[in-house]
């Protein structure tokens, strides 16, 4: 069972999770902080569920999650401040944040996979979706959902990526609410140097992205492209030098190593 008490004596942020919804069950946590009609405003609203009926992740795949043992949350930005018109450096804020807590809380080597996954020895342990609805041509909420694998330790279906979870990685159950605490505690630290220095969050990201340098392909749909990932540039977008050393720069899609 999830304690609010414990969680919330751990949260330290000023804004980032202090209006915080729980639910035992949701369709998917995007869906419902991203519903205007679910009356979800205040900045750093966070909704929080044990269990995701449509959990989904990138491209529309599915999320599969059980119950009461991991977490997913989704993080409400509404205000102009926070908004960003290019997530992709959102997206690494996001997932430097779990990487910090791992690391701190479970001294877990964690590797940023482009651009958003948290992986451990190759295996991924929480995956982020961004969405945003907009207002006329202005984005007017941005969501931030995250699922971090913590307690599961069995998994079924089929991962383009192996799946894993913390309490695979330690050999013992890790406490959510102080993991979730940590996590947002990062998140809301991230965010403001996002807001004043984003090439800080661009530096620290690198640091820990290990496939720089590396022969790569990248799927989008039906295309697929090969070539080295050279660097990421001041947005957060791939460089992908191809035979002829010319480099494209690229938006979105799935990153393997070749
Ligand atoms: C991915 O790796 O494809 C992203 C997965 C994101 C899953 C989380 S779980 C909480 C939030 N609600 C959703 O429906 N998806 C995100």
């Given at each position: 069972?999830?304690?609010f008490?414990?969680?919330?004596?751990?949260?330290?942020?000023?804004?980032?999770?202090r209006?915080?919804v729980?639910s035992?069950e949701?369709?998917?946590?995007?869906s419902v902080?991203?519903?205007?009609?679910?009356?979800?405003?205040?900045?750093?609203?966070?909704?929080y569920t044990e269990?995701?009926?449509?959990?989904?992740?990138?491209?529309?795949r599915?999320?599969?999650s059980?119950?009461?043992?991991?977490l997913?949350?989704?993080i409400?930005?509404?205000?102009?401040?926070?908004?960003?018109?290019?997530?992709?450096?959102?997206?690494?804020?996001?997932?430097l944040?779990?990487?910090?807590?791992?690391e701190?809380?479970?001294?877990?080597?964690?590797?940023?996979?482009?651009?958003?996954d948290?992986l451990i020895?190759?295996k991924?342990?929480?995956?982020?979706?961004?969405?945003?609805?907009?207002?006329?041509n202005?984005?007017d909420?941005?969501v931030?959902?995250?699922g971090?694998?913590?307690?599961?330790?069995?998994f079924q279906?089929?991962?383009?990526?192996?799946p894993?979870?913390?309490k695979?990685?330690?050999?013992?159950?890790?406490?959510?609410?102080?993991?979730?605490a940590?996590?947002l505690?990062?998140?809301?630290?991230l965010?403001?140097?996002?807001?004043?220095?984003p090439?800080?969050i661009?530096k620290d990201?690198?640091?820990?992205?290990?496939?720089?340098?590396d022969?790569?392909s990248?799927?989008?749909?039906?295309?697929?492209k090969?070539?080295?990932?050279?660097?990421?540039?001041?947005n957060g977008?791939?460089?992908?030098?191809?035979n002829?050393?010319?480099?494209?720069?690229?938006?979105?899609?799935?990153?393997?190593?070749?």
């Amino acid at each position: 069972m999830f304690s609010f008490e414990s969680f919330d004596i751990k949260l330290d942020t000023e804004f980032i999770g202090r209006n915080f919804v729980f639910s035992e069950e949701a369709d998917s946590t995007n869906s419902v902080l991203l519903d205007k009609g679910n009356k979800y405003t205040i900045n750093g609203t966070v909704f929080y569920t044990e269990k995701q009926l449509k959990g989904r992740g990138r491209k529309n795949r599915p999320w599969y999650s059980a119950k009461e043992l991991n977490l997913l949350f989704s993080i409400l930005l509404s205000n102009k401040k926070y908004i960003t018109e290019n997530p992709v450096l959102l997206n690494f804020a996001a997932s430097l944040a779990v990487g910090n807590a791992l690391e701190n809380l479970y001294q877990l080597k964690v590797e940023l996979k482009w651009p958003n996954d948290v992986l451990i020895d190759g295996k991924k342990l929480c995956g982020i979706l961004i969405e945003s609805t907009s207002e006329g041509n202005k984005i007017d909420r941005l969501v931030i959902g995250l699922g971090i694998n913590v307690n599961q330790t069995m998994f079924q279906g089929s991962y383009s990526i192996p799946p894993t979870s913390v309490k695979l990685e330690i050999n013992e159950n890790a406490e959510r609410e102080r993991l979730l605490a940590e996590v947002l505690n990062n998140f809301e630290e991230l965010l403001l140097v996002l807001i004043e220095s984003p090439e800080n969050i661009l530096k620290d990201w690198k640091q820990r992205c290990s496939m720089i340098g590396d022969k790569i392909s990248i799927t989008e749909g039906e295309e697929v492209k090969y070539g080295i990932f050279e660097d990421v540039d001041e947005n957060g977008f791939l460089l992908l030098k191809d035979n002829n050393d010319r480099i494209e720069k690229i938006h979105c899609g799935d990153v393997s190593l070749r």
